[in-house]
């Protein structure tokens, strides 16, 4: 199911909806990132989780890695914004 419309999106998703191109070109690119098999272990692992915890199929917070391979809850905002554009 798709997240609700936001009233105010962010500059990324402003981008998007008004560029149907550029949605369709991110989505390839999406559909083949999330198809790659560390990314399937990746979401598995982080699902197992959040079943365990009870949060799963809930929204809410992401569970996130940490640097020594804890996972801890995060804000879905912190989480998915961080390393943006640098390696």
Do not use: C, F, I, W
Not at 61 to 79: M, W
């Amino acid at each position: 199911m798709a997240s609700p419309r936001s009233g105010s999106p962010r500059a990324s998703a402003r981008y998007y909806r008004s560029n149907p191109k550029a949605r369709a070109r991110k989505a390839l690119t999406d559909k083949k990132v999330n198809a790659r098999p560390g990314q399937k272990r990746k979401r598995a692992e982080l699902a197992k989780a959040r079943r365990k915890r009870g949060m799963m199929g809930k929204g809410g917070k992401d569970l996130s890695h940490t640097r020594s391979g804890k996972l801890v809850r995060e804000s879905p905002s912190t989480n998915r914004a961080r390393n943006r554009g640098r390696k």
